[in-house]
């Protein structure tokens, strides 16, 4: 029903600053939640923001306030993931979500990640 494609990773030094898309294709209705997740080597796959599709209302992990932005362009069919002050603790392959428009609360939709690597 939704496909997304992430883009933007790749590699930066501590400290720097990226930018992830993910550009959503198919039905999206104007109240679909969209997340941003991560999983770094060895590790489970975890939450890092979300935001309200009609809204634009946000929600963040503690180990990102303050460092990353979620935001939308409706227009455009996107969401943003802006990454500033960036760890080596950060390293991971981003993956875009979708809340399911079928079962309410979960994720439905997921893009196929793009990695973010941050060096010293």
């Known amino acids: 029903q939704v496909q997304l494609v992430e883009s933007g990773g790749g590699l930066v030094q501590t400290g720097g600053s990226l930018r992830l898309s993910c550009a959503a294709s198919g039905r999206t209705f104007s109240n679909v939640v969209m997340g941003w997740f991560r999983q770094a080597p060895g590790k489970e796959r975890e939450f890092v923001a979300r935001?309200?599709?009609?809204?634009?209302?946000?929600y963040g992990a503690d180990s990102v306030k303050g460092r990353f932005t979620i935001s939308r362009d409706n227009a455009k069919n996107t969401v943003y993931l802006q990454m500033n002050s960036l760890k080596a603790e950060d390293t991971a392959v981003y993956y875009c979500?979708?809340?399911?428009?079928?079962?309410?609360?979960?994720?439905?939709?997921w893009g196929q990640g793009t990695q973010v690597t941050v060096s010293s």
């Open positions: 979500a979708a809340h399911s428009t079928l079962v309410p609360g979960t994720w439905g939709s």
């Open positions: 935001i309200n599709w009609s809204g634009g209302s946000t």
